[in-house]
């Protein structure tokens, strides 16, 4: 498969990590506060606090998640990026972070667990959408990593 060059190369190891995580947070949290609060019928405000909770930890299951998905990548045969192994990884991602999210989801806006897993569903199929788009963006505009190169 021939891959375009990067837009902008030389982005490796923790650098890239800390690039990456940088830009889909901040998108992450704006795009969650306004989804959490439509969906709780709460105010901004009180959704964007669960929103940065929500990144915080997002962030720390991303470095966790990705360090050993690029671990499981670079023992495989077959090197790139292809649609399913982009699936796989948003649906890994995305499902490992839901079952971190919903009771604290439950918590805050006093509701529960199954009325949060019914509320984090709009997030998850947003998110799994967003997660590949993501990654397929920032490949394109930063290369490939070396697990995938």
């Known amino acids: 498969m021939h891959h375009k060059p990067p837009l902008i190369p030389g982005l490796y190891g923790l650098r890239r990590r800390v690039v990456y995580v940088t830009l889909y947070e ?4 704006a795009a969650a506060t306004v989804g959490l609060a439509l969906l709780s ?3 901004a405000g009180h959704s964007g606090v669960v929103a940065l909770v929500a990144s915080v930890i997002a962030v720390l299951w991303n470095l966790a998640f990705n360090a050993l998905f690029e671990r499981w990548e670079s023992r495989q045969a077959v090197r790139g990026r292809s649609m399913a192994r ?3 990884h948003a649906i890994g991602f995305e499902g490992g972070l839901a079952l971190i999210l919903i009771p604290i989801f439950a ?3 006093g509701v529960t667990l199954w ?8 997030l ?3 998110f799994l959408c967003y997660t590949f788009a993501f990654n397929w963006g920032f490949d394109r505009v930063f290369g490939l990593p070396a697990s995938a190169a």
């Open 26 to 29: 901040l998108i992450a949290i």
């Open 41 to 43: 019928g709460q105010g």
């Open 86 to 88: 982009r699936m796989a």
């Open 107 to 109: 918590w805050w806006f």
């Open 115 to 122: 009325q949060a897993l019914v509320m984090d569903i709009g």
């Open 124 to 126: 998850v199929v947003f």
